[in-house]
């Protein structure tokens, strides 16, 4: 079984300023997907960057990026002149390919983002 | 195009009593799945369908049931609520095709069960 592991349940930054949150996950697939999600108050599930493992370059998405280590099994989210708006519950998500789209999901990282 | 939508939003229960949750999407997706979250342990897949007539369980299915009997709707049934129900359930789809394996949740329905 896959799993999912986040090891800050916590973390803040500055506006302004660059954070950097941390994901490791364990399987023994070759090919899936790695996503991270993004939970404000609203509670409302927002992607906001995913990743195919087959693709050695990271992803980004604006100020949003990662750093795929495959062999390390680690999927980090780094996040760029970080803005208020980006307060939020962060989830680290694994997905195998030719699945069900059943999703294992990180226990999450809160972000809080100081003025 | 509304997305994914849950009713209720929010939902108190006695110990006992049945419900259920209504999810209904507008995207013609053939996988649509039931996530609680619990505090401290991220999204947990309950039951999930691959199409319309086709279920199966995910991690946690015990006190859940479910069916599909249209694209568009995938209802959550609890036949008995239980304390340790007490959650927040997320409906979530997405599409077979290829490489759109991006999964859209809805708003969420928060549940207390007495």
């Known amino acids: 079984a896959q799993t999912v592991t986040q090891s800050q349940p916590e973390m803040s930054v500055q506006e302004a300023e660059t954070v950097t949150l941390s994901c490791t996950y364990d399987t023994s697939e070759s090919n899936y997907y790695l996503f991270w999600y993004k939970q404000p108050p609203s509670r409302q599930m927002i992607l906001v960057i995913r990743q195919e493992a087959y693709k050695q370059q990271n992803a980004t998405e604006n100020r949003f990026s990662v750093n795929f280590q495959k062999a390390a099994k680690s999927f980090s989210l780094k996040i760029s002149d970080s803005q208020l708006g980006d307060t939020a519950m962060y989830f680290c998500?694994?997905?195998?390919?030719?699945?069900?789209?059943?999703?294992?999901f990180g226990a999450g990282t809160r972000l809080t983002v100081k003025p | 195009n509304a997305g994914v939508t849950q009713t209720p939003k929010f939902q108190v229960l006695k110990t006992g009593q049945s419900m259920t949750l209504q999810c209904a999407q507008d995207?013609?997706?053939?996988?649509m799945s039931w996530y609680r979250q619990d505090p401290g342990m991220g999204l947990r897949l309950i039951h999930y369908s691959v199409g319309a007539g086709i279920t199966d369980q995910g991690e946690v299915p015990n006190g859940y049931n479910v069916s599909r009997s249209t694209t568009e709707d995938f209802p959550l049934r609890l036949l008995s609520a239980a304390p340790s129900q007490t959650s927040v359930y997320f409906c979530?789809?997405?599409?077979?095709?290829?490489?759109?394996?991006?999964?859209?949740f809805g708003p969420g329905t928060r549940l207390t069960v007495l």
């Open positions: 979530a789809s997405s599409s077979s095709s290829g490489r759109l394996n991006t999964q859209y």
């Open positions: 995207m013609n997706h053939e996988y």
């Open positions: 998500a694994f997905m195998k390919q030719g699945g069900a789209r059943d999703m294992r």
